[in-house]
């Protein structure tokens, strides 16, 4: 048996347990998130996240959904990841360039204390149905989509990986407990619409600068906030006239400020700037067939 370090972060209330490997591989990643995202018989988060070394970035992140999906990029816990790789790597760079399954992304951080604010520079957004991926060519804007019983009218693009953001009118979605809210979330994430599945950001405009949000992500259901479903929310908004290029995304855990910028060197991309916060360090123990290249 081997102790293997981890970290407990989260980016307002979007939990992950990220592991440094340096100096070893997972021979079952997938099963290793499901275990320790257990938030009964494991460790408990919205999945893992490991730190890996690479040539193309100051560090790469490979990122586990808590069913052992992976996923292609994650908002908060990049930020996260950001923070962590900083603080313990022996050479500190800031800005600092993280390698994604959705491409390179840089982040920038300003700590002050035990405080730690991240912004990211989430890159351009993904507006072409196929490109999504979504079984539709051209824009998905408006776009009505019969989902169960219901017509909804649904905005869908990628920041990375697919997001399908729903517009709504009142609080009704807001008051929903989780059960209800879970049938719900998972009759779009499994929409044949989606070929590889959606995170569904339902979003109530307080106006153009504020934007509330509710989420359901792919592979960990309901989670406290989603960084690149704000992102999404917000993109959807200026298409649709709901909302201006630079907003507050109000989610459960917390908010993030999110600009989509139409001039500049920065043209199209969007920028997500939120908290990085660690919550606790510990060790899990894992057998030695379990790693691959541990020193022994």
């Known amino acids: 048996m081997r102790k293997v370090p981890f970290v407990k972060m989260h980016g307002c209330g979007n939990d992950y347990v990220f592991i440094i490997t340096d100096r070893f591989r ?10 320790l995202s257990d938030r009964r018989f494991g460790i408990g ?17 490979e990122m586990y959904n808590a069913d ?10 990049i930020r996260c990841l950001a923070r962590l790789h900083y603080e ?16 390179l992304k840089t982040v920038e951080l300003k700590l002050d204390g035990e405080h730690a604010l991240a912004t990211v520079d989430m890159g ?36 990375g990986n697919p997001h399908c953001v729903v517009f709504v009118d009142d609080d009704r979605i ?14 779009f994430e499994h929409h044949p619409f989606f070929p590889r599945r959606v995170n569904t950001e339902f979003v109530r405009p307080l106006g153009p600068n504020r934007l509330r949000m509710r989420v359901w992500e792919r592979g960990s259901g309901e989670t406290l906030a989603c960084g690149t479903g704000a ?19 109000e989610l459960r855990g917390g908010n993030l400020e999110i600009e989509w910028r139409e001039s ?8 997500m700037t939120g908290e990085a916060i660690e919550v606790f360090r510990g060790e899990i123990e894992l057998d030695d067939r379990e790693l691959i290249g541990a020193p022994r």
């Open 68 to 77: 052992g999906s992976r996923g292609e990029m994650c908002g908060n816990g």
């Open 26 to 35: 997972f021979a079952d990643p997938a099963g290793l998130a499901r275990r």
């Open 264 to 271: 500049g060197p920065s043209a199209n991309h969007v920028f």
């Open 45 to 61: 988060a919205d999945g893992l996240i490991l730190l890996c070394p690479t040539n193309e970035a100051d560090v790469r992140m």
């Open 124 to 159: 351009e957004p993904i507006l072409e149905g196929r490109q999504i991926p979504a079984d539709w060519d051209g824009q998905v804007v408006d776009f009505a989509l019969r989902v169960g019983e219901r017509l909804e009218h649904i905005t869908a693009l990628s920041m």
């Open 231 to 249: 992102c999404a929310a917000l993109v959807a908004g200026v298409l649709t006239g709901r909302a201006s290029r630079q907003a507050t995304v």
């Open 174 to 187: 807001f008051a929903l407990d989780s059960q209800e809210f879970a049938r719900i979330g998972r009759r």
């Open 88 to 103: 313990t790597a022996g050479k500190r760079t800031n800005p600092l360039t993280v390698a994604t399954d959705a491409g």
